[in-house]
């Protein structure tokens, strides 16, 4: 099993044009990228060419974010929900992405529960790409509806389709005060998509530091997990390219003889 990381362009080269981020990210190292919604308003040109001359697979995209962070969990915000998840549905076919994001929005309306789980169902009809939830710590996004692991199982239990899938996000499910280790192997079958950064901070994901990677990504690959590892991050020094040090020191510790199974070619 390789290593596959991810940039996530909307955390990385913030400071750059959105298609030269998927540069940057080749040029650096990375093996793939993931979006937010930054995609939805490119050029589809422009996106097109940087991607095939990078040829960089996308993992995945968010629908569109808006100021409350997607609405799909929103009462009342149904047409514009569906709407957005068409869009990414479309987009994701036109760049093979393997999956798109439904953001359900800051929201503790009666019924929300209901109006997401309808919308879910909704995204899972439009397209035959992994659909993905993410529980967002409230210290990140204060009022997001879907905050924990245990409510996102509880969703994908609920709605039972094999295409609905939890995104675990290290920083997030470790903020929130979980403990993250065994939500994963908990609920192993059930993520389709991981993110890792340290924390507090959330900055470069160091391989022995807060939490350690080097065995944290062996464990989540013997329990199950094939996937890539979107690289969610802020910059501790500000520039990505000064802190790339943390690729080839991730890398060089799960390649020690003494390093747990999981990462092989």
């Not at 991810?6 to 040029?27: K, Q």
């Not at 960089?56 to 969990?73: D, E």
Request: hydrophobic share 50%.
């Amino acid at each position: 099993m390789r290593l596959l990381l991810a940039a996530n362009t909307g955390f990385l080269w913030t400071h750059l044009p959105f298609v030269d981020r998927i540069r940057r990210a080749a040029a650096c190292g990375f093996g793939a990228v993931e979006f937010h919604d930054e995609a939805q308003s490119a050029d589809p040109s422009a996106l097109a060419e940087a991607l095939a001359e990078t040829g960089l697979p996308v993992m995945g995209l968010n629908v569109r974010m808006g100021a409350t962070s997607g609405c799909a969990a929103i009462p009342g915000a149904e047409t514009s929900a569906r709407r957005d998840i068409d869009a990414a549905a479309a987009l994701a076919a036109r760049l093979d992405a393997g999956a798109i994001h439904v953001l359900a929005g800051c929201t503790d309306a009666p019924g929300a529960g209901r109006v997401f789980a309808a919308n879910l169902r909704h995204a899972l009809a439009a397209t035959d790409r992994t659909v993905l939830i993410e529980p967002i710590c409230a210290a990140a996004k204060p009022g997001y509806f879907l905050n924990g692991i245990a409510q996102a199982a509880a969703i994908i239990d609920e709605i039972g389709h094999p295409r609905l899938k939890i995104l675990f996000d290290w920083y997030h499910v470790l903020t929130e005060g979980t403990d993250a280790e065994a939500a994963f192997r908990a609920h192993a079958g059930a993520i389709g998509h991981v993110q890792i950064a340290a924390l507090p901070g959330r900055s470069e994901p160091a391989p022995h530091g807060s939490p350690p990677y080097a065995r944290l990504i062996p464990a989540m690959q013997a329990a199950g997990y094939r996937g890539a590892f979107g690289c969610e991050y802020r910059p501790a020094g500000g520039s990505v390219e000064a802190g790339l040090g943390w690729m080839t020191a991730l890398a060089d510790a799960l390649a020690a003889p003494d390093a747990p199974q999981g990462v092989r070619d």
